[in-house]
């Protein structure tokens, strides 16, 4: 069974920082493309970063310049770096990946919620 298990939301002041981390478990062969989303209240869960196997990155224009997405494929672990954050950051994150566990799948994490007061 993969989970994927999310750490680092919190609270913050507008201007400051957070990382968040993303670590998958379980029976992995592989993991190809992850990435990381945000859920705001009363709003769809839209794309923050993808990352591929290979470390080519996308982000959202609205968070081009401010986060970074990494990954670590020795430790099937995913990072968020989340600098000059603004009150409109505030969501819940979220982690995905597609895993090849025989056949490839997508799993998400549970969720960390990241709030910036300003």
């Known amino acids: 069974q993969v989970q994927l298990v999310e750490s680092g939301g919190g609270l913050v002041q507008a201007g400051g920082s957070l990382r968040l981390s993303c670590a998958a478990s379980g029976s992995i062969f592989s993991i190809n493309a992850m990435g990381w989303y945000r859920q705001a209240p009363g709003k769809q869960r839209e794309l923050v970063a993808t990352i591929t196997s290979g470390k080519s990155t996308i982000y959202a224009d609205s968070v081009k310049g401010r986060f970074t997405i990494s990954r670590d494929n020795a430790k099937n672990t995913l990072y968020l770096q989340m600098n000059s954050l603004k009150p409109e950051d505030t969501a819940v994150y979220y982690c995905?990946?597609?895993?090849?566990?025989?056949?490839?799948?997508?799993?998400w994490g549970q969720g960390t919620q990241v709030t910036v007061s300003s």
């Open positions: 995905n990946a597609y895993i090849v566990v025989g056949v490839v799948d997508a799993y």
